[in-house]
Antibody
């Protein structure tokens, strides 16, 4: 069973760049049968899909964040990463990484989530 | 973007009773090539990540109890918990994966 775990700073200053990494274990990230995703959830609110990456390097981002988001993959480390630039308090949220399997399409595996607070 | 609208926002159900959650998509999420609705349901308990319950609108994920079922009619979708158990207290979300940006409903809180 694949497992995902988010890591990165829990506090980011306004206007700076939020950087998170998702480490995948129990399976290879290089399998072409999945998308690797970032999703966030402000406290007490719903879920927002940020974007995804395929191991071909192909990315798709939510247009609402596209100008500020970069998702990349490091297959040698079995990791993928999120960078969100020019953050404001509105970017404070729990950030999840998740696998979207293409065979039976759905988000079938999620990390536990990591809280990122944007504050000076 | 495809907007997913759930109803109700919350509901209280007695133990052993049926819970019904509705979700409506603003656009068709039926994939014509395989005649499947690209719609999933998730359960999120407090302090935990979402857990996949249903995909393709009505296919139960492996290991999910059979009291959970999903159905579809056009752009209207329903998640039914046939006999509510205490461990089913959670927020439930629908999500479409037909078109990016993938979008979620606002969530429905189920209480006892």
């Amino acid at each position: 069973q694949v497992q995902l775990k988010e890591s990165g700073p829990g506090l980011v200053k306004p206007s700076q760049t939020l950087s998170l990494t998702c480490t995948v274990s129990g399976g290879s990230i290089s399998s072409g049968s999945n998308y690797w995703n970032w999703i966030r959830q402000p406290a007490g609110k719903g879920l927002e899909w940020i974007g995804r990456i395929h191991t071909t390097g192909s990315t798709n981002y939510n247009p609402s964040l596209k100008s500020r988001v970069t998702i990349s993959v490091d297959m040698s480390k079995n990791q993928f990463s999120l960078k969100l630039s020019s953050v404001t308090a509105a970017d404070t949220a729990v950030y999840y990484c998740a696998r979207f399997r293409l065979s039976l399409p759905s988000f079938d595996s999620w990390g536990q989530g990591t809280l990122v607070t944007v504050s000076s | 973007d495809i907007v997913m609208t759930q109803s109700p926002d919350s509901l209280a159900v007695s133990l052993g009773e049926r819970a019904t959650i509705n979700c409506k998509s603003s656009q068709n999420v039926l994939y014509n090539s395989n005649n499947k609705h690209y719609l999933a349901w998730f359960q999120q308990k407090a302090g935990q990540p979402p857990k996949l319950l249903i995909y393709w609108a009505s296919t139960r994920e492996s290991g999910v109890p059979d009291r959970f079922s999903g159905s579809a009619s056009g752009t209207d979708f329903t998640l039914t918990i046939s006999s509510l158990q205490a461990e089913d207290v959670a927020v439930y979300y629908c999500q479409q994966y037909h078109t990016t940006p993938w979008t979620f409903g606002q969530g429905t809180k189920v209480e006892i």
